[in-house]
């Protein structure tokens, strides 16, 4: 198992206040709105340096939407800010209609996504987001797994046209991966080469597959583990050529079993390359308060929880 | 154009209203031929665009925005007629493989439409966003929008209404379509308002009113209205309208509002809309 050396503690939300910035440097036709959360989405430091080109849109998070689709029709790309659920399941008409159907170039941009928003509990853990966005036509979908990563999508999706779903997280979480990283939107990424079973992991759920490998490892298990940053859309390729080497896959999420990164890659093995797949994910239910890693072990989605299911998936290879 | 070749032009508008309509026997008449005067006043004489070269970002355009997307059938006809796009295409409108969908859209391509409407309350934040673009590129062309009434019962009208006060977007000019009507009945027994134009001031907007099936106050109205763009604060016209204007058994009621009517129905009204020498498509 390849060693991955923690290089810093930092959110993947500063991330994206980051690449939003060095984004905004790059083209001025980047602007920033944001729905009374400014600092919560680390987007104080483009207001301070592009306060014209910065919204405060207050509390109203379907006008915030609307907006972005008038500023994305004068040319401009528009990265909206709030958390996800906020960003998706409240305005998901407006989103629907102004943005996705209407082919704007809007950035969603989402933090707080997930059980580790921690203690603000169930009606700001958004468990869904992921299915309700990558079921639009046309919706781009990204979870990053770290600071890095996050930093590097904001700078790609500025770049890309059309509309996006980003999605990122509240905790300090460790950053593994390279600064300064290319981030091509769609194209998964090999960890860690493997022969037993293939891991595909996204968002913060890809350091917990990464510990995983570590512990099989010692089990004298050979995981392959992939990460995907890109749910929609998905690297089909990527998927099936592990899938036909391991022949029994891992799904790894911090997001509802239905609907989810799980779905997406069952559905390409069903139709392609049947194969065991076995899903860590929350398993139809809400949220509620308590520390990011509390929640993450109670509602099984813990580095243990990655192992037992990948034993599974090997239990069950035909 | 002129009053009287602008009374011609909506004669012809409400011509093509009811034809759409009737050939695919679905789709809205009464509220399209209540707003025919106004759209062909914009389109014929006040708005500055160039339908011959359709440009999403309209760079020193005045840009429409159309939020209660089912009056599609008064949108296409001026958009046809002012050139954005063939007459004769008006023939395919709500049918399959057709650019003229049931409520507008720009999935299709069809010049003229920037974004798509019809889940109400939506087009007045987009149109906010295009007054902030234009304010960032310093272009001083106006953004023209309309409204339903009904359509003031969807709370995500009264965000844009309070941030485009807030954020002094004085290049926008709203005309809510005030016909009283809406599909189950009247406004005033489903949810009415007692006065719309005071709420609209008491979020800080310029309010006007004019009777929007009336050629002449239209012309005289509407450049008081531009004139008070530009001070800091957006400008509403309620807009007093007939829902089924020029059909008499069309109006006062809200019976047509997504009705087709059947053959008979169509010849007595075209009976009352006299041919012009623009021609049916």
């Known amino acids: ?318 | 154009m002129d009053s009287t070749q602008l009374q011609v032009m909506a004669t012809q508008v409400r011509r093509d209203i009811l034809r759409q309509v009737y050939n695919v026997q679905s789709g809205h008449p009464g509220g399209s031929l209540g707003l025919a005067d106004y759209f062909t006043a914009l389109f014929f004489h006040f708005m500055k665009h160039n339908p011959s070269a359709f440009s999403m970002e309209a760079n020193h355009e005045d840009v429409f925005i159309l939020s209660n997307g089912h009056v599609s059938p008064v949108y296409y006809s001026v958009l046809a007629r002012s050139g954005y796009f063939p007459v004769s295409e008006l023939n395919t409108f709500r049918l399959i493989n057709s650019r003229l969908q049931g409520h507008p859209a720009t999935h299709e391509g069809l010049p003229g439409i920037r974004v798509a409407t019809g889940s109400l309350g939506q087009g007045l934040s987009v149109a906010a966003g295009i007054a902030l673009s234009k304010k960032l590129n310093k272009d001083d062309r106006t953004i023209y929008v309309v409204t339903g009434d009904g359509e003031l019962q969807e709370g995500q009208i009264w965000e844009a209404v309070m941030y485009a006060a807030h954020n002094k977007l004085d290049n926008m000019l709203v005309a809510v379509d005030f016909n009283g009507q809406q599909i189950d009945g009247s406004i005033a027994d489903i949810m009415g308002f007692d006065e719309i134009g005071s709420k609209f001031a008491s979020f800080g907007w310029e309010v006007m009113y004019m009777d929007g099936n009336n050629m002449d106050e239209i012309l005289t109205t509407v450049p008081q209205a531009l004139s008070k763009l530009g001070h800091g604060k957006p400008v509403v016209i309620i807009m007093k309208t007939e829902m089924g204007q020029g059909v008499d058994f069309m109006m006062g009621t809200h019976a047509w509002h997504g009705k087709a009517p059947n053959a008979e129905q169509f010849e007595k009204a075209m009976a009352q809309l006299p041919e012009t020498e623009l021609g049916d498509f």
């Open chain 1, 1 to 318: 198992m390849k060693k991955f050396e923690i290089t810093a503690q930092k959110d993947t939300r500063s991330g994206f206040g980051a690449g939003l910035l060095e984004a905004a440097r790059h083209d001025e036709r980047v602007v920033g709105l944001c729905a009374d959360l400014t600092g919560s989405l680390m987007m104080d430091a483009f207001q301070k340096e592009y306060p014209h080109r910065f919204f405060q849109t207050g509390i109203a998070e379907a006008n915030m939407m609307g907006l972005a689709s008038g500023l994305a029709i004068g040319g401009k790309i528009p990265f909206t800010g709030t958390f996800a659920n906020f960003s998706t399941g409240r305005v998901y008409d407006q989103i629907r209609q102004s943005i996705a159907y209407s082919h704007k170039n809007v950035k969603i941009c989402a933090s707080h996504a997930g059980l580790t928003l921690g203690e603000d509990g169930a009606t700001h853990q958004i468990l869904e987001d992921i299915g309700l966005m990558k079921m639009l036509p046309g919706m781009t979908v990204i979870n990053p797994c770290d600071y890095n990563q996050t930093k590097a999508a904001t700078l790609a999706i500025a770049q890309y046209y059309g509309p996006v779903y980003l999605r990122f997280g509240r905790p300090k979480w460790p950053v593994f991966t390279p600064e300064n990283q290319v981030f091509e939107i769609g194209k998964a990424l090999m960890l860690n080469e493997g022969a037993d079973v293939s891991i595909f992991a996204t968002g913060h759920l890809v350091w917990k597959a990464i510990q995983a490998g570590e512990i099989l490892a010692e089990k004298g298990i050979s995981a392959e583990i992939i990460n995907i940053h890109t749910i929609k859309p998905l690297d089909a390729e990527a998927v099936l050529n592990s899938a036909r080497k391991t022949r029994c896959v891992v799904t790894a999420e911090e997001h509802q079993i239905n609907g989810g990164l799980g779905d997406s890659i069952a559905q390409i093995l069903a139709r392609n390359l049947p194969t065991p797949v076995e899903m860590v994910a929350v398993m139809d239910s809400f949220g509620e308060s308590g520390k990011p890693e509390e929640l993450l072990t109670k509602y099984h989605l813990d580095t243990s929880d990655v192992v037992a299911a990948a034993e599974r998936a090997i239990a069950r290879k035909i």
